[in-house]
C-alpha cells in the first residue's frame, strides 16, 4: 500500500472514546516487548507515529491511527510481561475483550508474535478470544530476520499449531520483520483484504 498520510487520532477506553469518524477499522496485539508499535511504525513508513519504548506495557490504552483516510489500525495494550498490578492487567484485559466484542467497525485483528519462539499462553488466549467474537486473524510472526531460513518452516509450524489454526483455514500466518521489512506488502495485502479497502 502507497502510504499517503498517517496520523494518531486519539487514545481511548472506553466505547465513547472511540474515533466518531467511521472507518473500517484493524486492531494489532501482541505481548508487551514484541514490538507492536515498531511493526505499526514499519508499515506506515514512519519512525515514531505509534511510541515505542524499552519498558514494556508502556501502552495503557486502546491507541487509533488513520492511515490514507481510509482505515484505523488500534495499538492495543501489550500483555504477559508488563511489570503492572493483576487489577491493572485485568482492566486491560477488559478494555481490550469489550473492543474485540463492541467495536462495529472492527474488521480484524494482527496478532504479533515472535517466531524464535513458541506462542505463549497469553498469545493463544487473544488468538482464541478473537475467534470467539468471530473476528479475522492475521498472524504476524515477528523477528524472522532473526531465524536462519532452514528454521523458519519449522518456527512457523509451531506457531500454526500452538495456536491451533488449523482450525480457522481464512487466517493467514506471515513471517515479519519490523527491522528489515520483511513481508511488508504481503501483511499490508492481507490487512486490506479484512479492511475490504
Not at 498472524?139 to 491451533?164: F, I, M, Y
Amino acid at each position: 500500500m502507497k502510504i499517503l498520510s498517517a496520523d494518531f487520532i486519539c487514545s481511548a477506553v472506553r466505547p465513547d472514546q472511540y474515533p466518531r469518524q467511521r472507518l473500517p477499522g484493524v486492531a494489532f496485539a501482541g505481548r508487551s516487548n514484541v514490538g507492536k508499535s515498531s511493526l505499526i511504525n514499519k508499515l506506515v513508513n514512519r519512525k515514531a507515529l505509534a511510541k515505542t519504548s524499552s519498558t514494556p506495557g508502556k501502552t495503557a490504552t486502546l491507541n487509533f491511527f488513520v492511515v490514507n483516510g481510509q482505515i484505523h489500525l488500534v495499538d492495543l495494550p501489550g500483555y504477559g510481561f508488563a511489570k503492572v498490578s493483576k487489577t491493572e492487567k485485568q482492566a486491560w484485559g477488559q478494555m481490550i475483550e469489550r473492543y474485540l466484542h463492541e467495536a462495529k467497525d472492527l474488521k480484524g485483528l494482527v496478532l504479533i508474535v515472535d517466531l524464535r519462539h513458541s506462542p505463549t499462553a497469553d498469545d493463544v488466549q487473544m488468538y482464541h478470544w478473537a475467534k470467539a467474537a468471530d473476528i479475522p486473524v492475521v498472524v504476524a510472526a515477528t523477528k524472522s530476520d532473526k531465524l536462519k531460513r532452514s528454521e523458519l518452516d519449522p518456527h512457523l509450524a509451531k506457531v500454526w499449531e500452538t495456536l491451533g489454526m488449523e482450525h480457522f483455514p481464512g487466517d493467514e500466518l506471515i513471517p515479519v520483520s519490523a527491522e528489515s521489512g520483511i513481508n511488508r506488502e504481503r501483511l499490508w495485502s492481507a490487512i486490506s483484504r479484512m479492511a475490504s479497502l
